[in-house]
């Protein structure tokens, strides 16, 4: 978004649009008002399932859910690195987590359901993470699971901190890729050859030179600051356009998961959700995760 290459590449403007999560530009490709999006796997598992025309061409970041509590919380490294010890603390306690189908709210339904801890934690449902942290803040929830977004913002506004980091919260885990409408794959490969190009060098600064990218995207956002962005970049680094075997694999287990749960109404194929020929040629090297 902070290069004005882009645009040129494709020699039209290029209309962005934030969502606050996954299954809302889900609904908006379905729509047909969005044709190219970044999202997590799930939710875009979720709409493929119900017909959505969409594929994942490249991916592009993984290992982006977090876990945040208020300082009272010990943290993962603080019980021996386990998941189910961190959550057994919210016992009768409201933790709060994006919108149901996110990957973030789907990781999370998985831990509940994996510790037998559904019936024993409540949980409610935001459409934007930042609202958990106001909400932590009024003290109607004790912790909240979202981006590392989250974290930054929440520890700024309340005295919070990591309770699980993400590289402990499934690993591999697809938090996004990139997403194109079945239509403009069929029409214009060329554009998909294009915006791959340009996603791979955003993503080659975003890992080799994170202060720089914080700059671009503190000038895209106005009200995020230089140190603010460093700061969620720090917490998850792991940036790449490619989709080896890992992401494939963590996404194929989420299919699983998503069907165990009652999300989706069978077990999607793998090429019913991506489609490798653009990636295969824009990074052909070895993945940078």
Same mark, same amino acid.
């Given at each position: 978004m902070g290069s004005k290459n882009l645009e040129k590449s494709f020699d039209n403007k290029i209309n962005w649009i934030l969502f606050g999560t996954g299954p809302a530009m889900v609904e908006a490709f379905n729509n047909g008002e969005l044709d190219i999006g970044y999202m997590g796997l799930p939710p875009a598992i979720i709409g493929i399932d119900k017909g959505v025309p969409i594929k994942c061409v490249s991916g592009g970041h993984v290992e982006g859910t977090v876990m945040i509590g208020k300082m009272k919380y010990k943290s993962i490294e603080q019980l021996n690195n386990s998941l189910y010890e961190v959550l057994v603390q919210f016992k009768?306690?409201?933790?709060? /987590?994006?919108?149901?189908?996110?990957?973030h709210e789907v990781i999370l339904s998985h831990y509940l359901e994996t510790y037998k801890l559904h019936e024993e934690i409540d949980v409610k @449902?935001?459409? !934007? %993470?930042?609202?958990? %942290? /106001?909400?932590m803040?009024?003290?109607? *929830?004790?912790?909240?699971?979202g981006t590392p977004a989250l974290a930054v913002f929440a520890s700024t506004v309340l005295n919070s901190h990591l309770v699980i980091q993400p590289q402990y919260l499934w690993? @591999?885990?697809?938090?996004?890729?990139?997403?194109?409408?079945?239509? *403009?794959?069929?029409?214009?490969?060329e554009l998909i050859t294009k915006f791959l190009t340009h996603h791979?060098?955003?993503? @080659?600064? *975003?890992?080799n030179s994170p202060t720089q990218a914080a700059e671009?995207?503190? !000038?895209?956002?106005?009200? /995020?600051?230089?140190? @603010? %962005?460093?700061? /969620?970049l720090e917490i998850s680094p792991k940036y790449c356009i490619s989709l080896p075997e890992g992401y494939v694999h963590s996404t194929m287990e989420f299919v699983k998961t998503l069907y165990d749960l009652g999300y989706i109404t069978r077990s999607l194929k793998i090429e019913e959700i991506f489609n490798f020929e653009f990636v295969n040629q824009i990074h052909p090297e070895q993945e940078h995760y």
């Open positions: 009768g306690k409201t933790i709060g /987590v994006t919108s149901k189908g996110s990957i @449902y935001y459409g !934007q %993470a930042e609202f958990i %942290a /106001v909400d803040k009024k003290g109607i *929830l004790e912790g909240g699971v690993e @591999y885990n697809p938090s996004y890729g990139i997403f194109f409408h079945e239509n *403009l794959i069929e029409i214009n490969p791979k060098e955003a993503s @080659y600064l *975003l890992r671009i995207i503190s !000038q895209t956002f106005e009200v /995020v600051n230089k140190n @603010y %962005a460093s700061s /969620v």
